[in-house]
């Protein structure tokens, strides 16, 4: 019998905690509810969750900060509950780390489907790593270098880097990596790749005009530059 994984939910709202725990259990989820944000990152660090369930409208401090403050920490998968669904809500969330929203009021068989693919996305890399000039990424334990530094990567940013890498040299169109990124609500806000490519150039320190890493390819898609000659 295998362990029941722990997702960390901050949210405000009793009745849904309890109709989240009793469903998400059926589920084979441990989920263990915090009301206030505080309360909820002192949770993080003592029970390390393989997930965070987020609610963007919290008292004293909003989702927004909480997962900026969690970012700044951790590269754990984050899921945002937002009652606002504006596009500008919608990149804030995926500007500052989140790797999923879903708006409320949610069906919770949906937020299920989609904790899932986060987590499944999280698992499915290859074993194996490739070094890519002062870039070195870990496919297996999921995380990127620069000049051995770790860049802290989040999901969605990790999952867009790691297909680039396993076709360096290559062009990967924005369809493929929106795929990767599919826990996104894709359909009607594509601007995940965007945003993913602009987060991972930040973190490389990768100038857009004269890429060492990453190579916009108008009209095509990204190629990670630097194909790993020693990779297997």
Known sequence: MTMAETILLIED??????????????FGFELHAEAHPEDGLQALERIKPSLVILDVMLPGMNGFEVCRRIRQESSIPVVMLTARGEVPDRVAGLEIGADDYILKPFEPRELVARIQTVLRRGRGAPARQGT???????FEARTAYLDDRDLSLTTSEFNALAVMARNAGKVVSRDVLMQELRGLDTES?????????????HKLGDNPKFPEFIKTVWGEGYMLLAPDPGDA
């Not at 890519?132 to 870990?138: K, N, Q, T």
């Open 13 to 26: 709202d009793l009745k849904l905690q309890k109709l989240l725990k009793e469903y998400l259990g059926s």
């Open 132 to 138: 890519f000039g002062r870039l070195r990424v870990d």
């Open 189 to 201: 806000f594509n601007r995940s790749v965007d945003i993913a490519m602009s987060r991972l150039r």
